[in-house]
């Protein structure tokens, strides 16, 4: 499989902070997903991506697809007790139909 | 829309029994849909790709024999984990991605609850 790698691993961060996180790979990809999972669920749906330099909003979320098309940034404004999870980026190749997830980043606010 | 519905949310069985999850689009109808597996406090590894009517994908290292994926409807795949060993107990995630209807038109991912297999 492909290799996400997505920074930073963790942070803890006081409420009201803005969080930044990354996601980058060395293959090209053509479509980027942000997802948030709690323990024991399935991820949820953040924001996707779908074309080069695009920057899209969600609320207090705004995610950018990279122009090198290998990257992928995610911010959370103001972040508030419930943004509390792990998140996680996926790529899917410009070749093929699978999507690959990055690492994650844990997330921790602190009230 | 696009709900994911994913069964059994847990299951616990005797080593060398098999175990059938199922995955169903609710709302949407799915050609494709992904079966990802989870270790406590990693990522989500893509397993196989299950297509409508074909036989699955399977990634490098996945036993295709072990793991039987069923993709017979455009709203239903099941994953079997035959002779199931402790070493299968993981949490496994299936996805699916709504069929493209319109020139240029793009959908995501949807996911499941997951499904927790313990082996005993």
């Known amino acids: 499989g492909q290799q996400l790698n997505q920074s930073p691993q963790s942070m803890f961060i006081q409420e009201g902070e803005d969080v930044s996180m990354n996601c980058t790979s060395s293959s090209i990809f053509n479509t980027w997903l942000w997802y948030k999972q709690d323990p024991g669920e399935g991820p949820v749906l953040l924001i996707a991506?779908?074309?080069?330099?695009e920057l899209t909003s969600n609320g207090r979320l705004t995610a950018q697809f990279g122009i090198t098309r290998k990257d992928s940034f995610l911010n959370i404004s103001a972040s508030i007790p419930s943004d509390v999870g792990i998140y996680f980026c996926?790529?899917?190749?410009?070749?093929?139909?699978?999507?690959?997830f990055g690492t994650g980043t844990s997330l921790t606010v602190i009230p | 829309g696009a709900v994911v519905s994913q069964h059994p949310s847990w299951v616990i069985c005797k080593s060398g029994t098999s175990v059938k999850i199922e995955c169903r689009s609710l709302d949407f109808q799915a050609t494709t849909m992904f079966w990802y597996r989870q270790f406590p406090k990693q990522s989500l590894m893509l397993m196989a790709t299950?297509?409508?009517?074909?036989?699955?994908?399977?990634e490098q290292g996945v036993e295709k024999d072990k793991f039987l994926i069923n993709h017979a409807s455009l709203t239903l795949s099941t994953l079997t984990v035959t002779s199931a060993h402790p070493e299968d107990s993981s949490f496994y995630i299936c996805?699916?991605?709504?069929?493209?209807?319109?020139?240029?038109?793009?959908?995501?991912?949807?996911f499941g609850n997951g499904t927790r297999l313990t082996v005993t």
């Open positions: 299950s297509n409508e009517g074909s036989k699955a994908t399977y």
């Open positions: 996926a790529g899917q190749l410009r070749t093929g139909n699978q999507f690959y």
């Open positions: 991506l779908y074309k080069a330099g």
């Open positions: 996805s699916a991605k709504p069929g493209q209807t319109l020139p240029g038109a793009y959908s995501p991912l949807h």
